[in-house]
């Protein structure tokens, strides 16, 4: 009887089964097989033609690279930079706009989401003009107040910086877009009572609006997070790393030692730490700001 009551449950299931079956290959192969398989490269001596089994030597070696501790150190002055300025910035633009017009409202997503939308290169190739130190429309603006522009991206002492403008440009379209339509999804009626209670716009803001879009909040922190991390096209682009590392990111230089220097190892051993420090830094995003309200 029991045997009979398994089986007819089975053959309930089954079907679901069935149906996830192709997905759960896919995942299997592109995600599991390269995770499982990057884990024991990390460990490996990686050539063309042979692989060494050297244990925990590559991890060894990188903490002993100053490359790749100045790396990690502009990676994550990086994201600190570019995710509260996305958060700060789309929100504040989201606040301003979201009762305003659907004209005005349209506009500003089309306008801010253009850039993420753009090729990564056309952008660059654009603020590569932008902070060019001899015909850059930046200095032009800077020498009509009689100052003297640096070479934004010559000189360590601002290039990290003009990389995390330029960063933010790319970041903050998509978290405008999310912000207003979670502020649009709040009920008109709890700001209608705060109104008629005396709440002033900013007290509307921190007790109300705020707390109902933390849920949209926490996504986009942590994918900003996660991409701010992975940065790498406009470091190969405007800086290539320079001048003196002082804009090279860790994957910047994963690819850097794979390709050039053909150390796919140590490369891999560079994505394994990436990887754990993002997923450490999400698991801690999630469990402190984690809510169970939503909008």
């Not at 692989?51 to 150190?73: P, Q």
């Amino acid at each position: 009887m029991e045997s009979n009551r398994t089986y007819l449950k089975f053959k309930k299931v089954l079907p679901g089964y069935l149906f996830l079956l192709p997905a759960l290959f896919f995942f299997g192969v592109f995600v599991v097989y390269p995770m499982i398989n990057s884990l024991f490269l990390s460990l490996c001596k990686v050539r063309l033609q042979s692989i060494e089994f050297i244990g925990f030597k590559n991890y060894i070696n990188l903490f002993k690279d100053e490359n790749f501790r100045k790396s990690l150190y502009n990676t994550v002055l990086m994201v600190l930079g570019n995710v509260p300025l996305v958060l700060v910035f789309s929100f504040f633009v989201s606040i301003v706009v979201y009762n305003k017009s659907e004209f005005v409202r349209s506009f500003t997503r089309a306008a801010f989401y253009l850039p993420a939308v753009s090729s990564v290169v056309t952008i660059g190739l654009v603020w590569k003009w932008i902070y060019n130190p001899i015909c850059g429309i930046l200095n032009y603006m800077i020498s009509v107040f009689g100052i003297e522009g640096p070479n934004w991206l010559g000189d360590k002492r601002y290039a990290l910086i003009s990389l995390i403008v330029v960063l933010f440009t790319l970041s903050a379209g998509q978290p405008i877009i999310l912000f207003i339509a979670s502020i649009g999804n709040i009920p008109e009626t709890y700001l209608e009572a705060a109104e008629i209670d005396g709440a002033t716009r900013w007290l509307q803001v921190k007790k109300i609006i705020w707390p109902l879009v933390k849920p949209t909040s926490l996504y986009i922190i942590v994918i900003t997070t996660i991409n701010s991390f992975q940065t790498f096209a406009i470091v190969q682009l405007l800086t290539g790393g320079g001048p003196f590392y002082s804009t090279s990111t860790i994957v910047f230089q994963l690819y850097k030692t794979a390709f050039e220097f053909g150390e796919f190892g140590l490369a891999t051993a560079m994505g394994v730490i990436l990887a754990v420090i993002v997923v450490a830094i999400s698991v801690f995003q999630y469990k402190y700001l984690s809510t169970d309200v939503e909008y």
